[in-house]
């Protein structure tokens, strides 16, 4: 399977009559095929069970450098699992290139479901998102806390992982000073998400720093409390 075959196959799925309503929808300049993602799902799905993980890695390398939206869609599903055997290190530092080509929600939201499995596999890659929480790029600056999102959905958490939780919650305090639309909406994701498993950290939470939050990731955090 090569890059220009994963293509193919996305084509061969497409609607070219969709391409221009969902390039308007996720605002994006990127080529768009028109593929669903049901399709886009069936077709990772086929090449995970064919293929090795460094065969895996090299086509979603390829996917992405296409530029295609839905080819990038493809490669970060290609890399989204739990457990990578014998070692994921190719495919995290393949996925940190990735980071500052982010443009839109819809592929860095994938992406970070790729990377939040590699960080919850190693809670030291905190080191590496905590990095990004100072970028000047939104996008990069957002999937600090949406690759860090999975600590906010364990229900019960081990030691270590509370300490994690807390670190970026920690970010996110310091996010509430950013009025971006999309850094509020991150904040008020990861604490509604947090609120299901410990409603009172999330209050404590809002009581020290909703005044600096916008009322819309107010609400967002407060839905489930």
């Known amino acids: 399977m090569t890059p220009e075959d ?23 300049d990127r080529p768009c095929l028109g593929t669903p993602n049901p399709a886009i ?21 390829g996917l ?15 890399l989204t699992q739990a457990r990578m055997r ?29 990377l939040s499995r590699r ?20 996008w990069t600056k957002r999937a600090a806390l949406v690759a860090a999102l999975p600590l906010a959905r364990l229900s019960i958490p081990k030691p270590e992982e509370i300490a994690a939780r807390e670190r970026v919650l920690g970010w996110a305090a310091g996010y509430t000073q950013d009025g971006a639309w999309f850094i509020q909406k991150a904040v008020g994701w990861w604490l509604r ?6 409603a009172d950290r999330v209050r404590a939470f809002l009581d020290a ?9 107010v609400r967002e955090a407060s839905k489930y409390l």
């Open 6 to 28: 994963a293509l193919s196959a996305l084509r061969a799925q497409s609607d070219p009559e969709r391409a221009p309503g969902m390039a308007a929808y996720h605002k994006t």
């Open 41 to 61: 799902n069936d077709l990772v799905k086929d090449w995970r069970q064919d293929l090795s993980l460094p065969e895996r890695t090299a086509l979603a390398d």
């Open 64 to 78: 992405w450098q296409s530029g295609v939206f839905e080819a990038r869609i493809a490669a970060a599903k290609l």
């Open 86 to 114: 014998p070692s994921d290190t190719a495919a995290w530092d393949l996925m940190l290139t990735w980071v500052p080509e982010f443009d839109g929600w819809a592929i860095a939201d994938h992406a970070c479901s790729a």
């Open 119 to 138: 960080v919850m596999a190693d809670l030291t890659r905190l080191d590496t998102l905590e990095g990004w929480t100072t970028s000047d790029h939104l």
């Open 193 to 198: 998400d947090l609120s299901k498993h410990d």
């Open 209 to 217: 720093h909703s005044g600096a939050m916008k009322p819309f990731a």
